[in-house]
């Protein structure tokens, strides 16, 4: 299966929790939009019924899980409002990716969620990419300069291509038993 996620906003390097929430939600989102579409209704009840886990206040459901076999390739493409460069403005590439990488995955223990944090109405389950950011299998990034005027530093905009793929087929490239 192939889609795309979208992301603007803050990217600092070596992101704290409340940087991943942020981006977690955004992420939730999209993935909720997705997987409420018609052609996905049967596979994502089963999907939430076999990967759904708690913690603290929240029923999180990866997409994307060992058991059923899962893995991604991402091909990343990170605009930022000043010249070009691995290390810019916005801090170095490779801990900008390490936080969104974290954040693409659910988060595993309390500490990974800010402090008096709750599910909002719509985010019950919560939709994470990835149980565990293993299930990576390459990642490509472009970093191009965004030509506005008007954005943060330390913001990006991203375009997040995924390729959700199985090593053992499933049902509808959708997590079974």
Request: aromatic content about 6%.
């Amino acid at each position: 299966m192939r889609f795309t996620l979208f992301y603007q906003g803050n990217l600092p390097s070596n992101g704290n929790p409340k940087d991943k929430y942020g981006i977690r939600q955004a992420i939730h989102n999209q993935l909720q939009i997705m997987l409420n579409q018609d052609d996905l209704q049967g596979p994502k009840s089963d999907m939430e019924k076999e990967n759904s886990r708690t913690l603290g206040d929240y029923t999180l459901v990866p997409l994307v899980t060992k058991k059923a076999h899962g893995y991604v390739d991402l091909d990343i493409l990170m605009l930022q409002p000043h010249p070009l460069g691995v290390v810019g403005k916005g801090g170095d590439l490779d801990n900008r990716l390490k936080t969104l990488l974290d954040a693409l995955r659910a988060p595993s223990i309390l500490d990974e969620i800010p402090k008096h944090t709750r599910p909002g109405a719509s985010e019950t389950p919560f939709y994470c990419l990835l149980e565990d950011d293993r299930l990576i299998r390459s990642v490509k990034v472009a970093s191009e300069h965004l030509l506005v005027t008007s954005m943060a530093d330390g913001h990006v905009v991203l375009t997040i291509h995924v390729f959700w793929g199985e090593t053992i087929p499933t049902y509808g490239g959708l997590a079974s038993s």
